[in-house]
């Protein structure tokens, strides 16, 4: 019996040790949760403190907790954009915040139209009387256009400033398929679709190098016009003109060089640009290390505004990325879950209807399939408006098409109206290692599609000829939307893509105006004065832990340290190299991933972010021969 008691004893110290664990676990894990959901507790008099880690996006992607702990990393950090421009809106009124400060070290970009909206706000905050500053090791393009509207520019004296242009390469297979002895088969329509070109030339064709030319050489003069107003001493033709006369200057300082040209207004470092904070906003009671100032950061301010809930209810539907079929997002444009989120909401009286699109498109099925539901609305004469952000083409307008009115940006990327499908075949190769295919067929489609042995003449007119159908369907489309004849719609179209102020010349969107104007045109619509409505964006959901997520796989220093500090020049280099490997992986999959038809605008920059973000969700297929293509392949 005494063994038997000893044994016993030792398991219930067991248990009991368990039971200690486990709720120590439970209250450390509520502790985590509790500390790291936004607290209006946290917001206090001082500066606002907006620290742009990351991209700037329409709609952050969700963080895969699974992935994220099983791989011990986190992905590129993302901040909506109109949250920034919330908090400044309201940061211009409140008395608790002396001053606004941007905290852009690792601050990686975002489209034109995202950063322009942000770049006003911060122009509203300063006729407010109350000063903005940002601090980085370095500026780039799109620091430069939110460091433009600052009244305070610091740039570390390590670091340094440049502007490029927009523009760049790409990259063209073809000579290495040619090697490798894969077949791209190519089925488009649209003379100006270049988003096939990287499988089937070396180079760019004439028609859509003239086409890129005249949409960057737009937004380049948006950009310049942006800059140069904000900020006039800045000397953007030296600094783009001749940078290498220009650095060469001030003896090879790119720092020096970058004040001497009106870029940035004080060098000093982190510890100096926080005494200067300090001076304006107050010191911090609860930390005296250097660099440190009172500040309420971006997350709690936004908690501590609340949401607004009176009056009629205009709902907002965001449809940002790539559009695939499926579930995928946020962050992805999933046909399936866009429109279960719109069908779902005819039930809830909403007054209006605006559509957010952000998207270069993608799949034609699921395009269609948000088109439709978007549709359902305006069946019920709910007036639907459509606004546009930094690009809505291909499958991007083709979900416009169901609106009364679309907004756009001069800014805006839209147009691409054109498909394609490409899929590769190897029977070369197949017969370079000795394997031969033969049979016997009751028709020219018996075995097909066969990646093997190939394509028979019927399969390949079969495959063009289902595009050719889709790409009518598109132009009908916009016809009917538009009130446009066909003929000129395809004069338009061919895969050409467009600058917002070019597209409302030519008849493709109605007005110039952001989400905000969108918005103000459906509550007038229903006859909503101002403080009589307000917006719900349909799906959106309180922080899911996030940060918890990225505390648990990276400490704070590290979490940093993953997005590139873009100081220095030889670190920027070295991060675009980095860059290349994601660029030819993507390349990989849009020509052996499972895709059906394509309505997508691939020389559509939605951001000069890193293009290491968010990968693509694969879609899912839809009905049609190249879907069935598609699913065989992945077989």
Same mark, same amino acid.
């Given at each position: 019996?005494?063994?038997?008691?000893?044994?016993?004893?030792?398991?219930?110290?067991?248990?009991?040790?368990?039971?200690?664990?486990?709720?120590?676990?439970?209250?450390?894990?509520?502790?985590?949760?509790?500390?790291?959901?936004?607290?209006?507790?946290?917001?206090?008099?001082?500066?606002?403190?907006?620290?742009?880690?990351?991209?700037?996006?329409?709609?952050?992607?969700?963080?895969?907790?699974?992935?994220?702990?099983?791989?011990?990393?986190?992905?590129?950090?993302?901040?909506?954009?109109?949250?920034?421009?919330?908090?400044?809106?309201?940061? !211009?009124? &409140?008395?608790?915040? *002396? $001053?606004?400060?941007?905290? @852009? /070290?690792?601050?990686? +970009?975002?489209?034109?139209? #995202?950063?322009?909206?942000?770049?006003? !706000?911060? &122009?509203?905050?300063? *006729? $407010?009387?109350?000063?903005? @500053? /940002?601090?980085?090791? +370095?500026?780039?393009?799109? #620091?430069?256009?939110?460091?433009?509207? !600052?009244?305070?520019?610091?740039?570390?004296?390590?670091?340094?400033?440049?502007?490029?242009?927009? +523009?760049?390469?790409?990259?063209?297979?073809?000579?290495?398929?040619?090697?490798?002895?894969?077949?791209?088969?190519?089925?488009?329509?649209?003379?100006?679709?270049?988003?096939?070109?990287?499988?089937?030339?070396?180079?760019?064709?004439?028609?859509?190098?003239?086409?890129?030319?005249?949409?960057?050489?737009?937004?380049?003069?948006?950009?310049?016009?942006?800059?140069?107003?904000?900020?006039?001493?800045?000397?953007?033709?030296?600094?783009?003109?001749?940078?290498?006369?220009?650095?060469?200057?001030?003896?090879?300082?790119?720092?020096?060089?970058?004040?001497?040209?009106?870029?940035?207004?004080?060098?000093?470092?982190?510890?100096?640009?926080?005494?200067?904070?300090?001076?304006?906003?107050?010191?911090?009671?609860?930390?005296?290390?250097?660099?440190?100032?009172?500040?309420?950061?971006?997350?709690?301010?936004?908690?501590?505004?609340?949401?607004?809930?009176?009056?009629?209810?205009?709902?907002?539907?965001?449809?940002?990325?790539?559009?695939?079929?499926?579930?995928?997002?946020?962050?992805?444009?999933?046909?399936?879950?866009?429109?279960?989120?719109?069908?779902?909401?005819?039930?809830?009286?909403?007054?209006?209807?605006?559509?957010?699109?952000?998207?270069?498109?993608?799949?034609?099925?699921?395009?269609?399939?948000?088109?439709?539901?978007?549709?359902?609305?305006?069946?019920?004469?709910?007036?639907?408006?459509?606004?546009?952000?930094?690009?809505?083409?291909?499958?991007?307008?083709?979900?416009?098409?169901?609106?009364?009115?679309?907004?756009?940006?001069?800014?805006?990327?839209?147009?691409?109206?054109?498909?394609?499908?490409?899929?590769?075949?190897?029977?070369?190769?197949?017969?370079?290692?000795?394997?031969?295919?033969?049979?016997?067929?009751?028709?020219?489609?018996?075995?097909?599609?066969?990646?093997?042995?190939?394509?028979?003449?019927?399969?390949?007119?079969?495959?063009?000829?289902?595009?050719?159908?889709?790409?009518?369907?598109?132009?009908?489309?916009?016809?009917?939307?538009?009130?446009?004849?066909?003929?000129?719609?395809?004069?338009?179209?061919?895969?050409?893509?467009?600058?917002?102020?070019?597209?409302?010349?030519?008849?493709?969107?109605?007005?110039?105006?952001?989400?905000?104007?969108?918005?103000?045109?459906?509550?007038?619509?229903?006859?909503?004065?101002?403080?009589?409505?307000?917006?719900?964006?349909?799906?959106?959901?309180?922080?899911?832990?996030?940060?918890?997520?990225?505390?648990?796989?990276?400490?704070?220093?590290?979490?940093?340290?993953?997005?590139?500090?873009?100081?220095?020049?030889?670190?920027?280099?070295?991060?675009?190299?980095?860059?290349?490997?994601?660029?030819?992986?993507?390349?990989?999959?849009?020509?052996?991933?499972?895709?059906?038809?394509?309505?997508?605008?691939?020389?559509?920059?939605?951001?000069?972010?890193?293009?290491?973000?968010?990968?693509?969700?694969?879609?899912?297929?839809?009905?049609?021969?190249?879907?069935?293509?598609?699913?065989?392949?992945?077989?």
């Amino acid at each position: 019996m005494s063994f038997v008691g000893k044994v016993w004893k030792v398991l219930v110290g067991i248990k009991d040790g368990l039971v200690l664990t486990f709720m120590l676990m439970f209250f450390v894990a509520l502790f985590a949760i509790l500390s790291a959901r936004p607290n209006p507790g946290q917001v206090r008099d001082g500066a606002l403190l907006i620290d742009l880690q990351g991209v700037v996006v329409e709609e952050k992607t969700a963080l895969d907790p699974i992935e994220a702990l099983l791989s011990r990393s986190a992905p590129v950090g993302e901040t909506r954009a109109r949250d920034v421009v919330r908090a400044l809106d309201a940061a !211009a009124t &409140d008395n608790r915040i *002396k $001053a606004v400060v941007l905290d @852009l /070290t690792t601050f990686l +970009g975002g489209g034109q139209v #995202h950063l322009k909206d942000i770049g006003e !706000a911060m &122009d509203r905050v300063r *006729k $407010a009387k109350k000063p903005v @500053l /940002t601090y980085a090791m +370095g500026y780039a393009d799109d #620091h430069m256009l939110l460091a433009a509207h !600052a009244s305070e520019v610091w740039l570390d004296p390590q670091g340094m400033a440049m502007i490029a242009g927009p +523009g760049g390469n790409h990259l063209y297979y073809a000579g290495l398929l040619e090697k490798l002895s894969i077949k791209a088969r190519v089925y488009r329509v649209g003379e100006y679709k270049s988003a096939v070109e990287p499988y089937t030339r070396s180079g760019m064709s004439d028609e859509a190098r003239a086409n890129t030319s005249g949409l960057y050489g737009a937004l380049w003069e948006e950009y310049k016009a942006n800059v140069t107003k904000a900020r006039p001493k800045l000397q953007l033709a030296q600094v783009t003109g001749d940078p290498v006369a220009w650095i060469a200057s001030s003896g090879g300082d790119m720092a020096k060089a970058a004040l001497a040209a009106g870029m940035v207004d004080k060098l000093g470092d982190r510890a100096q640009f926080g005494a200067r904070v300090a001076e304006l906003a107050g010191a911090d009671p609860w930390d005296s290390r250097p660099g440190t100032f009172a500040a309420s950061e971006l997350a709690p301010y936004l908690a501590d505004l609340g949401q607004i809930r009176q009056g009629k209810t205009i709902g907002v539907v965001t449809i940002a990325g790539e559009i695939v079929d499926g579930e995928a997002g946020p962050g992805t444009a999933g046909g399936t879950r866009i429109a279960d989120l719109l069908d779902d909401a005819l039930d809830d009286d909403l007054a209006a209807l605006v559509v957010r699109v952000d998207s270069p498109g993608g799949s034609v099925t699921a395009s269609e399939e948000i088109r439709r539901a978007i549709q359902r609305f305006r069946d019920r004469k709910i007036p639907v408006a459509v606004s546009m952000g930094n690009v809505a083409a291909s499958g991007g307008y083709w979900v416009s098409t169901s609106s009364d009115r679309i907004f756009a940006e001069p800014e805006t990327i839209t147009g691409s109206i054109g498909v394609f499908a490409v899929v590769p075949t190897f029977e070369d190769a197949a017969a370079k290692l000795g394997v031969t295919s033969d049979g016997y067929r009751t028709t020219e489609l018996s075995g097909q599609p066969d990646f093997l042995g190939g394509f028979t003449p019927a399969m390949d007119a079969l495959l063009q000829t289902s595009i050719g159908g889709t790409y009518k369907d598109f132009l009908g489309r916009v016809s009917a939307a538009r009130r446009m004849p066909i003929e000129r719609v395809d004069q338009i179209a061919q895969g050409q893509v467009w600058d917002g102020g070019t597209a409302r010349q030519i008849g493709l969107v109605d007005e110039f105006g952001g989400l905000t104007d969108a918005l103000a045109w459906a509550a007038a619509k229903v006859g909503a004065k101002d403080g009589e409505w307000h917006a719900v964006f349909l799906g959106e959901k309180a922080d899911n832990y996030d940060s918890l997520i990225r505390r648990l796989v990276t400490s704070e220093s590290e979490g940093r340290a993953a997005v590139p500090a873009n100081g220095d020049l030889f670190a920027m280099v070295a991060q675009n190299r980095a860059d290349l490997g994601t660029r030819i992986t993507r390349d990989a999959e849009r020509l052996l991933g499972t895709r059906g038809i394509q309505a997508f605008c691939m020389d559509c920059p939605v951001g000069r972010g890193p293009v290491s973000g968010p990968s693509p969700a694969r879609g899912e297929g839809g009905p049609g021969m190249l879907s069935l293509l598609a699913w065989l392949t992945a077989r």
